[in-house]
């Protein structure tokens, strides 16, 4: 038989990471050293004329550290500003950046790391102000976009920039921007026929995806009395834990899938943890239950020959949220490729959890990220090109 109960999402997202945000030391240090009530009435005003002071003159002290040199974060986003000459050593206005989170430092910041060859970095900084809710205004995008079309092209991976040009050139009314756009070559959309039977070159076969056993996160047994054997897979659905999560050590992320399987397991029923790969902010793959038995994850009928992903987090803004990292994206990207190849599916093939029922599953600020990349992939044709693969 199968699961009985199937994946019904009632997480509480608060469950199991209330320990993440605990009450602030100090607060409850005030909070014990309360005396009578006048007393700590003036005592806290006191404290909160000391907290404003403190406040503004730690930001004028850093925002000072800038003037001393001359140097203002830039407030509009523009050819000029974006792309113009530093006034500073790059690296050093890189370092003033890192403490600005606004749309045009984040790009003029993506824009320098590109000149200093540092091109992963530069990728992450434009992704920030892509996926971000609400999203950006289309002349910001085309900023971003061009950044990460020159960033892949100057890892050797233009092909995985096209899609990021192909927008850019759609949304770019600036000039400037225009005429890079046109200095960046077209990448053909397929290789050519007898060609490389690799769909993109950020494509990892499956063989070559790196894998964290099932071992590693020390699982309790199945029980597989309560498991059904998968069909041939025929759609990937992509899943957020609803749990912040935001840490990149091996340990903690082998500790928080196993909370999910004795969740699933005790609490729900089912046979085994319910997902068949789990994805952790470092951008660690791993493989959760075999793929040799049908996922719990999607509802009912919905989980036949359909591959279960779990990217650890909360990818709901309002509820403790967070975004999925960069790493996170890209071994996703990796994993539904690979899976892909391997059973010969197309982009259609590629859903979120919300697509099933009525759930913010994987959360409004990963759905629009993973509908983005089943367009790119129907437009790759990735089963097309692993005709040659096994
Ligand atoms: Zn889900």
Not at 231 to 239: K, L, Y
Not at 276 to 289: K, Q, V, Y
Request: glycine letters at 8%; charged letters at 20%; aromatic letters at 6%.
């Amino acid at each position: 038989m199968i699961d009985r109960r199937f994946d019904s999402k009632r997480r509480r997202p608060t469950r199991g990471t209330s320990s993440e945000t605990p009450t602030k030391p100090s607060d409850r240090g005030l909070r014990a050293s309360r005396g009578p009530q006048a007393l700590h009435r003036r005592a806290h005003a006191r404290i909160g004329v000391a907290a404003l002071l403190l406040a503004g003159l730690s930001a004028c002290s850093s925002l000072g550290s800038y003037k001393a040199r001359g140097y203002q974060p830039p407030t509009t986003v523009s050819a000029k500003v974006t792309f113009g000459a530093s006034a500073l050593a790059q690296a050093q206005e890189v370092d003033y950046l890192q403490a600005a989170n606004t749309e045009a430092a984040l790009l003029r910041r993506a824009w320098l790391q590109l000149q200093l060859h540092r091109t992963q970095d530069a990728l992450d900084s434009a992704a920030r102000v892509i996926f971000t809710t609400p999203p950006p205004s289309a002349h910001v995008e085309a900023f971003a976009r061009y950044v990460r079309a020159a960033a892949y092209r100057a890892q050797g991976l233009a092909e995985r920039g096209r899609f990021d040009a192909q927008r850019a050139r759609q949304l770019a009314v600036d000039p400037e921007l225009q005429r890079r756009l046109r200095q960046l070559p077209t990448v053909a959309a397929r290789p050519g026929a007898g060609g490389s039977n690799r769909a993109h070159a950020g494509a990892v076969a499956w063989s070559d995806l790196r894998i964290q056993r099932r071992g590693g996160w020390r699982p309790q047994p199945p029980n597989t009395g309560n498991l059904d054997p998968m069909q041939r897979p025929s759609r990937v659905t992509i899943h957020h834990s609803a749990m912040f999560f935001q840490s990149t050590a091996t340990r903690a992320a082998a500790t928080q899938i196993s909370q999910i399987q004795r969740e699933h397991m005790n609490n729900r029923g089912y046979g085994d943890i319910g997902y068949h790969f789990l994805i952790d902010p470092s951008g660690r793959i791993w493989e959760g239950r075999q793929l040799r038995w049908q996922g719990a994850h999607a509802s009912g009928r919905n989980n036949i020959g359909n591959i279960g992903v779990c990217l650890l987090g909360n990818f709901v803004r309002e509820r403790n949220g967070q975004g999925p990292t960069p790493n996170q994206i890209r071994s996703m990207e990796q994993l539904v490729v690979a899976l892909m190849q391997r059973y010969r599916m197309t982009g259609d093939a590629l859903f979120c959890h919300s697509d099933f029922k009525s759930t913010a599953c994987p959360g409004p600020r990963m759905a629009p990220i993973v509908k983005q990349f089943a367009r790119e992939l129907r437009a790759r044709r990735i089963a097309a090109a692993a005709e040659e693969d096994e």
